[in-house]
DNA sequence: AGTTTGCGATACGGCCCCGTCTCGTATCGA
DNA sequence: TCGATACGAGACGGGGCCGTATCGCAAACT
């Protein structure tokens, strides 16, 4: 009821949210609660039950919640999804230090890593598929995952250029995308596409930084 | 018309169906209502009527149709979409003849022309987005559509190997992601990356044949 | 002719879900 | 201690859809 921010509001994440005008009075919201809501739903995925399948009757049997304690935090089934989709992004891709070709691999290796884990690979195809035409979720979606990732590897592939490690006479969208999209075809496209390999990243940015093509006289391409 | 074998049946297109076993007694099928059924999917889906909101009974009464004509044809929602896109999808990739590298470029055109009839067609958009989240659904979208266009890829690159044209050191399925990725990345996963360049399935395939990382370093990987 | 099947329409029982509300109990601040 | 708010559980009316089964009529075949 009043005010408690109803639900699409802050990150999960930090906010320790002072409440300067709701001392709040009562029981306060149990957090173990909230906890059990998000890992049912994650849970629930898991098992494959798409998002289409998801209700609040299902999500609260499977969380062991009653149905007003989710009704109490999220105003509908699309705003708690919101939030699930953007907890489970919430890791950040950070790394840092090492060659450009270093750095490559472990920003590959980091997506390899994320798609091994099943949960995140499975909520991630589920919710791409529907960021077509979910718009709420497919905004969160691209600010707080794709948009950072993407300008991360571009920082990346900026400095391969200038420092002379990767082509400078290619577009630098075109490079990124072509570091890129085998690892995320395998991740989020193919479902059956093993991810197993720990030498997985490193074949892939090798392949892409020295071609496919059989060099004509002995080593290399161009 | 033919027999009802009911639904999931031949691919939309082809087909004249001689029936041998089922003349067909009474009175034959209605094409137009078969037609009609089709029509209203795709004006529903261009309503933005989400594939999840797709019921038996809507497509009906937006066909002008009674439910038992759908139920005739197909025995479930699931089968009726699942030949609405197929309806949909593009024709094959067919292309044949020419130089191995020749093979790949065509194929990467033919995904781009592909992503950009795809925008313009909001349906298509639509149900491909959504399809990801529906298991049945992209199973068989899987079997009909995607996995022919996999076998065909394979199938260069395999020649690509024999020819020498392709390093032959690394695993055929990472040949294919890496040289079909980029692209899928583009019409797939990011709707804002421009397609109407029509020079970039040439630069693509150059860009992962002859590598993106400039010539040659110290001869590093293996 | 008579038979057989398809047609649009609609009624039916059943299921699942929504969102609200009420129980009895638990846990907080004042 | 007391009032306020939380909790799990579930009842409740309402709604949408499923898949089947009828209607009465239309259109083909034998």
New binding site residues.
Partial sequence: ??T?TPAVRRAPAAVPAPEPCA????????E???Q?IYTAVEALMEDGVGLT??????IAAA???????I???WP??EALLVDVVARLEAPPPQLCGGSVQDELVGMVEYMRRRGLAKRSRWVLKSALGQLHDWPELRAVYQERVVKPRRELIRTIVRRGIDEGVLRADLDIELVCEVLIGPILLRTILWDDAPLDDPELARKMVDAVLNGVGAAPAGGQSH
Same sequence: chains 1, 2.
């Fill in positions: 009821m009043q408690d001392p709040r009075r009562g029981r306060p919201r149990s173990a609660a909230e059990a399948d998801l209700s609040i009757e299902r969380a062991g919640v009653g149905k007003a304690t009704y109490r935090r509908n089934l």
